[in-house]
């Protein structure tokens, strides 16, 4: 007996997610994202394994039109349990985290203002996210996602996010293919002798 499944695939949820939330996010808020938003059956376990199979299974040349990837910390090398997609440039891709997640804040809960209704999930994924933002509790008080989402803007516009240095951006013009996708090896520590 077969099991056929209508879901999308967990690749295409993730994607989903992340063209939601806009900005480098953790596999947790990717997966509670979809949850409360979406339908799928997206799980931190299978994001995990989704990025390992994105990473063995790319070939130099794929055509392949969009990857999940690690986001890129400021020297281009993966930043664990962060994710990205392939198409987002470099600005996109490199984390800022506290910046991230407030942008990501203000979509998804403009996302929220925009329906009928914010159903039982939703709300709940709001109330979490209203705690990382300065007023964000206060703002939701009011049972509407778009107070928080002003106040995500607000606590963004307080504490603005430099552009990428020059020396980032030409080095990443510089990688490889894999490198851009996945970041550069980190070096190991090495201490040097007496």
Do not use: K, N
């Not at 002003?150 to 490889?176: F, G, H, I, K, Q």
Request: glycine share 6%; with cysteine; charged share 25%.
């Amino acid at each position: 007996m077969t099991s056929l499944s209508t879901l999308p695939s967990t690749r295409e949820q993730a994607r989903r997610a992340l063209l939601l939330i806009g900005a480098p996010a953790s596999s947790r808020l990717v997966v509670d994202v979809h949850g409360a938003l979406f339908d799928g059956d997206l799980t931190v376990t299978a994001l995990a394994a989704l990025l390992r199979e994105e990473e063995r299974g790319h070939q130099a040349g794929d055509a392949t039109a969009y990857r999940i990837c690690p986001a890129l910390r400021p020297d281009l090398t993966a930043a664990r349990g962060l994710l990205t997609l392939s198409v987002w440039p470099v600005e996109g891709r490199v984390a800022v985290p506290r910046a991230d997640l407030l942008a990501a804040i203000v979509r998804i809960a403009e996302f929220i203002a925009m329906r009928e209704a914010a159903g039982v999930a939703a709300t709940a994924l709001l109330r979490r996210l209203a705690d990382e933002v300065p007023g964000g509790p206060e703002a939701y008080a009011v049972q509407h996602p778009a107070a928080l989402a002003d106040a995500a803007r607000s606590a963004l516009a307080t504490d603005p996010v430099a552009p990428l240095p020059a020396e980032t951006v030409r080095r990443w013009e510089e990688l490889d293919e894999r490198q851009r996708l996945f970041g550069v090896p980190r070096l190991p520590h090495q201490r040097g002798r007496a």
